[in-house]
Structures are given as C-alpha cells and as structure tokens.
C-alpha cells in the first residue's frame, strides 16, 4: 500500500534553533501534501496544505514565517519551525494525497515527528 | 461550526471482548467518513471509508456503519486483541465549493485492551 515517510521521528533541540521535517512519498505521486500539529490526547490540527509547485495554503493562526513549507517535488515536502521555542512543542504529522478524485483520495499519513523544545 | 464528536473518551475492555465507539458530526456537505486508527506516537491508519450511500464496511475484525440521516457512525471492534489498544479516530471530509474537500477530526476514543 501507499507509504509516507517521515523524518525524523523525534527532534530535541534548544530553544532559537530551527527544524526542518520531511515528508516523503515512496510509492505515488502526491500532488497535495497536509501538515499537522497535535497535542496530548486532542485531534489533530491542520496547519496548512501544500500543492506541489506552489505556495502552501495556512490555516487562520498558523504564522506561515514561522512554519516554512516547501512542495518542491510530487514526493516530497518539508516543514522547517523557525526559531523554535518550547510552545512550538508538540507532534507533527504530516499526510499526503496522490491524484485521482477528491472524495474518494485517501490521505496517507506519516509517523509524525515528536518536536521537543528546551 | 463543523464537528465531529465522538465517544467514549476512553474505553477499557478485556481481550476478546467486544466493543463500540462511537461518532457524531455537523459537517455539511458531507463527502465521506474515515475511521482511523493512531497508535502511541504514529501517524494515523485508515481502517475504513464510507460514502453518503454505503451503510456498513467491514474491515476484519472492524465494522463501520453510517446513518447519513442522524449523521452518526459507529466502529464495532469484535473479538479485540492487545494490538487494539490505541486511539481510533472518526474524520469527516466536507465537501468545499471549488471542488476541494477539508477533514474534520474527531478527538478520539483511546481504547485499552488489557488481559
């Protein structure tokens, strides 16, 4: 089946320093790819949607400056937390969707990325 | 607002048990429902989808049902194993205009199977 990988699975860093996150897919095309936040026991969050080739959509509250996301190919998209800081932490997952109709597309999902600010 | 609610919170059964969440949701227009299934610290699994016109979708041990009218699902999870225990997740897709569809989640009901 369809896989999503990403990397890493966990990040510890200080506080200031900046964290890129990979997304790839390994067996399809993903013309979109999403990115999640999600905290302890709550859902998940979307914060923003990637078409490949163009500019990221953020949800309202999501700083695009501090959230940097490139879709530079149809297999991979990165998530780089810019001068990070301890309320940046949290579980970051990121999905992928290939092409074929809307509705019936599924997202395929990443590991996540556990993002540890000290 | 667009919602999806579901329950129990958190659930414990004994292995082999039977068991059922549950989910409401407001979304509007509807598309499609997901269940999915979050172990600790991965991402989540799709484990079924069904349409505005499909009732029940069998998984295995999981069965799904949708009533599109009360706009309420159901995951049934019979004769559950250890491997059960995680969070299982009801996500609905709502249809936007432009042809584009977003996903609401629900919160989640953290199932435990203990022996």
């Known amino acids: 089946g369809a896989v999503v990988s990403q990397h890493p699975s966990r990040v510890i860093c200080k506080s200031g320093t900046s964290v890129k996150i990979e997304c790839r897919s390994l067996?399809?095309?993903?013309?979109?790819m999403f990115w999640y936040r999600q905290f302890p026991k709550k859902s998940l969050m979307l914060m923003a949607t990637?078409?490949?080739?163009?500019?990221?959509?953020?949800e309202q509250g999501v700083e695009k400056d501090k959230f940097l996301i490139n879709h530079a190919s149809l297999t991979l998209s990165t998530l780089t937390v810019t001068s990070a800081h301890p309320e940046d932490s949290s579980f970051y997952i990121c999905s992928a969707r290939g092409r074929g109709h809307l509705s019936n597309q599924p997202q395929h999902f990443g590991d996540g990325t556990r993002l540890s600010i000290l | 607002k667009n919602q999806v609610e579901q329950s129990p919170q958190s659930l414990i059964i004994l292995e082999g048990k039977n068991c059922t969440l549950q989910?409401?949701?407001?979304?509007?227009?509807?598309?499609?429902l997901r269940w999915y299934k979050q172990d600790t610290g991965r991402g989540p699994v799709s484990l079924t989808i069904?349409?505005?016109?499909?009732n029940t979708k069998s998984n295995g041990r999981y069965t799904a049902t949708l009533d599109a009218d009360t706009k309420q699902s159901s995951l049934h999870i019979t004769a559950s194993q250890l491997s059960d225990s995680a969070s299982y997740i009801c996500?609905?897709?709502?249809?936007?205009?432009?042809?584009?569809?977003?996903?609401?989640f629900g919160t989640g009901t953290q199932l435990k199977v203990e022996l």
């Open positions: 067996d399809f095309q993903a013309t979109t």
């Open positions: 069904m349409t505005f016109s499909e």
């Open positions: 996500v609905v897709s709502q249809i936007l205009t432009g042809g584009g569809n977003k996903l609401t």
């Open positions: 989910c409401n949701y407001t979304v509007s227009p509807f598309s499609n």
């Open positions: 990637s078409n490949e080739g163009s500019k990221a959509t953020y």
